[in-house]
């Protein structure tokens, strides 16, 4: 069970008050394509992947990055059961999108430092250990039902 | 050996333009060592690093956040043959200092986080590509002398 200190609450849900689960939800997937292109094999449905500049144009992209920061949104939501709540995504990545776990940690990077050149002084190195240890809390959460 | 493509080249030296050795070396070093707590076991002799404020104010955290900036500002100097450049760096390391080289690409995460909240909505997907690529051939070349 994750213990959150209240700083750490307060950090998270600070910043997540002001993101744009849009456009910060893209710019994440777009990193994650861009900075890890072996990623790009989960998503052959998107079309074209090819380059930076295609990345950045493709609507798919744009329209699944804000579906996942929608769902990191609602793990702020229930932070003292993020596990609870990931369970039936974890058993969808696992058992149906076959996602080998370690690219969710490789996501929580890209978001942090979309968050990073965001928010720029406002990205504290107490807000940057928050959110660390919230995307560390998801990925074991995504991973917990893989068998 | 790497190879590094115009552009990388170009997004690397640009974004190392605008660094300043002390003041980010403060900083990456500061967030190292407090997102990822056992990296304080290395610095015994830097003094007091028992909380955030302690290492925000710790001198010797300051000069060697320059000095690790710096070793690397050099390796861009030698950007065909960083592994050649820091094989001395990495026997002393592993022989002398005995760190992971892990934690490597913790600082590494540190500093590209410094960059993208220095850089902003400049540290574009691409130039976060670069400069992470930089940052895991400096970790291999920190590395590849340990035995």
Same mark, same amino acid.
């Given at each position: ?147 | 050996?790497? @190879?590094?493509?115009? &552009?990388?080249? =170009? ?24 997102? !990822? %707590? ?18 925000? =104010?710790? %001198? ?11 070793? /690397?500002?050099?390796?861009? @100097? ?9 094989? =001395?760096?990495? /026997? ?10 892990? &934690?490597? @690409? ?38 590849? =002398? !340990?035995?």
């Amino acid at each position: 069970m994750v213990l959150w200190k209240p700083t750490e609450r307060q950090a998270v849900t600070s910043i997540w008050a002001k993101i744009d689960a849009e456009g910060h939800g893209q710019d994440t997937l777009e990193r994650l394509l861009i900075v890890y292109p072996w990623t790009r094999r989960y998503f052959d449905t998107f079309g074209d992947m090819s380059s930076s500049e295609a990345i950045h144009q493709n609507p798919k992209v744009r329209a699944h990055g804000k579906k996942v920061l929608s769902a990191i949104g609602e793990c702020i939501n229930r932070m003292d059961d993020i596990k609870g709540y990931l369970a039936p995504l974890s058993i969808l990545h696992s058992d149906t999108l076959h996602v080998d776990p370690e690219n969710f940690h490789l996501l929580g990077n890209c978001l942090i430092i979309a968050i990073a050149a965001s928010f720029g002084e406002a990205f504290t190195p107490d807000v940057e250990a928050a959110f660390h240890k919230l995307m560390a809390v998801i990925s074991a959460g995504l991973s917990r039902q893989y068998h | 050996m790497v @190879n590094w493509k115009t &552009n990388e080249r =170009q997004a690397v030296t640009s974004v190392w333009a605008s660094i300043d050795a002390a003041g980010h070396g403060q900083e990456t070093l500061e967030r190292l060592l407090h997102v !990822y %707590p056992w990296t304080r076991r290395y610095f015994g002799k830097f003094g007091d690093l028992s909380t955030f404020n302690a290492i925000r =104010q710790n %001198p010797h955290v300051r000069t060697h956040g320059a000095k690790v900036l710096g070793a /690397i500002a050099e390796c861009l @100097n030698h950007m065909d043959n960083i592994r050649g450049h820091l094989a =001395q760096l990495s /026997i002393l390391h592993s022989d002398t200092l005995h760190v992971d080289p892990a &934690n490597f @690409n913790l600082l590494g995460k540190c500093l590209l986080i410094v960059l993208a909240k220095s850089v902003g909505a400049g540290f574009t997907p691409d130039v976060h590509a670069a400069c992470h690529k930089l940052m895991v051939e400096i970790a291999d070349g920190l590395s590849r =002398q !340990y035995h």
